[in-house]
Structure formats: structure tokens, C-alpha cells
């Protein structure tokens, strides 16, 4: 871990079949070296970014940390960091959406059921406990990067794998076509 490099981003999501990708995480120990855990967190943003994603979990880049990043699409803000989380409270309502994941690229599913609003309870990247309630997109990336936390992918949730579909960059610009012109415009 302590060859870890900000400038040079040298972390990358792992993908399938990779054993650690299966294997669920252990709590971050609370005398954590706060240097490495700055350096790691910092390396994950830095993954994130440059593979144009909305959430990374540590088994993702190997490491068999309970800890994973979040945001929404385009968030000014960036990531936020979720350090030994656990589920306090998910709503009833479950719906399917659309998922695709780092460590299976090339594919989605726009039939993965997920519970509409969550809160969770976790560590901030100063080791503080935050609070954290979301819904709609953010819950369904939550939820998802939790799941990396326990070696669970987004395609075990799956009803049927017939529901798994491959993304090509036809696929995105005929949704990009799509939402161009279907967008109401003021007359």
C-alpha cells in the first residue's frame, strides 16, 4: 500500500473473474495509519475519475477494506467517502433501474432492484461518523457499492441473466440522440 502514488493514479478497477472482487471486506481498524488511509482514498478518487464513474468500493482496486466512494452524475462536489458503513434504515419501495459497474465493462441492466431511499451510518474520510440519506440515483449507487463490500455484484440480483445486456457506443449514442430530442422546449 505504501507504493500508492497520486500522481501517477496507479489504481485501477479489478475486473471479473477476479477472486477479490467475490471476497467480502473487513472493517477498517480504527488505528489506521491516517496517512495510508488519506493516500488510499485519494488513489480511489483518482480511479473514479479517470474511469468516468459515480462510485468505487475498495475490493474493486484489491483492497479488502470496507470502504467505497459515491456521488452523483456530474456532482461539483465529488465523492463521497463511506468508511465501514452499515444500513440503518432502506425503503420499502424497491424498483429496477439501470446499473453497469467498473468491473464488468461492456455490460448493463436496466432490471436491477433496488430500494428507492437509504440511510446509512459510516465513518467520513476523517474517521467522523456522518449520517447519510439518499435516494433515487445515489441510494442505487450506495446500494450497489455496498454490495461490492460483501462480494456481491449487481448481476446476482438479477431475476433472470437474459436481463444482462451489452453496452456499445452505439447503445449510448442512440440514448444520447434520444434525450437530445426528447427534451421539452419552450415555444
Known amino acids: 500500500?505504501?507504493?500508492?502514488?497520486i500522481v501517477t493514479a496507479s489504481?485501477?478497477?479489478?475486473?471479473?473473474?477476479?477472486?477479490c472482487l467475490r471476497q467480502k471486506a473487513v472493517d477498517i481498524p480504527s488505528n489506521v495509519d491516517s496517512a495510508l488511509l488519506r493516500g488510499l482514498v485519494?488513489?480511489?478518487?483518482f480511479a473514479l475519475?479517470?474511469?468516468?464513474?459515480?462510485?468505487?468500493?475498495?475490493?474493486q482496486?484489491?483492497?479488502?477494506?470496507?470502504?467505497?466512494?459515491?456521488?452523483e452524475r456530474d456532482s461539483e462536489a465529488g465523492p463521497s467517502v463511506f468508511i465501514n458503513p452499515h444500513f440503518v434504515d432502506m425503503a420499502d419501495e424497491v424498483v429496477e433501474g439501470r446499473e453497469g459497474c467498473l468491473s464488468l465493462p461492456g455490460y448493463v441492466s436496466h432490471k436491477v432492484p433496488r430500494s428507492t431511499a437509504v440511510?446509512?451510518?459510516?465513518?467520513?474520510?476523517?474517521?467522523?461518523?456522518v449520517t447519510v440519506e439518499a435516494?433515487?440515483?445515489?441510494?442505487?449507487?450506495?446500494?450497489?457499492?455496498?454490495?461490492?463490500l460483501d462480494g456481491i455484484m449487481y448481476i446476482d440480483r438479477l431475476m433472470n441473466r437474459d436481463d444482462l445486456e451489452i453496452?456499445?457506443?452505439?447503445?449510448?449514442?442512440?440514448?444520447?440522440?434520444?434525450?437530445?430530442?426528447t427534451r421539452e422546449t419552450a415555444l
Not at 485519494?42 to 478518487?45: I, L
Not at 482496486?61 to 459515491?70: D, H
Not at 453496452?167 to 430530442?181: C, H, I, N, P
Open 1 to 5: 500500500m505504501s507504493q500508492l502514488s
Open 11 to 19: 489504481l485501477q478497477a479489478l475486473q471479473i473473474p477476479s477472486i
Open 42 to 45: 485519494s488513489e480511489m478518487v
Open 49 to 59: 475519475y479517470a474511469a468516468r464513474g459515480v462510485g468505487l468500493a475498495a475490493p
Open 61 to 71: 482496486v484489491g483492497v479488502g477494506w470496507r470502504l467505497f466512494l459515491a456521488m
Open 119 to 129: 440511510k446509512v451510518e459510516a465513518l467520513n474520510q476523517f474517521l467522523e461518523p
Open 135 to 148: 435516494s433515487d440515483f445515489l441510494a442505487r449507487v450506495i446500494q450497489h457499492e455496498y454490495d461490492h
Open 167 to 181: 453496452e456499445t457506443t452505439q447503445s449510448r449514442a442512440e440514448r444520447a440522440v434520444e434525450a437530445l430530442f
